[in-house]
């Protein structure tokens, strides 16, 4: 089972690393890891991605907030 449970957890480390968009979700399979392996080397990439990932989540929301504003700005016209 523990080998079982290692791989479960390596290969989602390695899935967020790959693919993963929610910084929380990095940030829990990292911790997962750090947990079983504290020197696992998936562990800095895992950090840069979850850095990358909650940028780009606040563009996104500066993003929609600038449009939401500039929709709101526009319908206030004459």
Do not use: C, D, N
């Amino acid at each position: 089972m523990v080998e079982l449970e290692r791989a479960l957890v390596v290969g989602r480390a390695t899935y967020e690393r790959w693919l993963g968009t929610e910084p929380h979700e990095i940030a829990a399979a990292a911790a997962a890891l750090r947990e079983l392996e504290p020197q696992h080397a998936l562990l800095s990439e895992l950090e840069s991605r979850a850095r990358r990932a909650r940028q780009l989540k606040r563009f996104l929301e500066t993003a929609v907030a600038a449009v939401s504003r500039s929709a709101a700005w526009s319908g206030e016209r004459p």
